[in-house]
């Protein structure tokens, strides 16, 4: 997904919908986030990686904090 910064509009790879969809956790256009991630190059261009969202009092937990998918092998990405 593409989201506004502090720095212009970054790419954030999530994870599977079909995860994020599992754990009740929907995104909108135009909704408020906070995403907690890593900057990393991805195609020799930087992109960050969630490793959690929160949307109001709603999160969800995408990978651990060594940056591991906490989906299930059998969730396609």
């Known amino acids: 997904m593409m989201v506004n910064t502090s720095v212009g509009e970054m ?3 999530v ?3 079909a995860y994020l969809a ?3 956790f929907q995104i909108q256009s135009g909704d408020q986030i906070v995403v907690t991630c890593s900057k990393v190059v991805w195609e020799d261009k930087p ?3 969630a490793r959690e ?3 109001g009092k709603q999160s969800v937990t995408l990978r651990n ?3 591991q998918p906490v989906w299930p092998k059998n969730i396609g990405t």
């Open 15 to 17: 994870g599977p919908t």
């Open 65 to 67: 904090t060594s940056g």
């Open 11 to 13: 790419e954030v790879h």
């Open 53 to 55: 969202i929160q949307r």
């Open 22 to 24: 599992k754990q009740g």
């Open 47 to 49: 992109v960050l990686v």
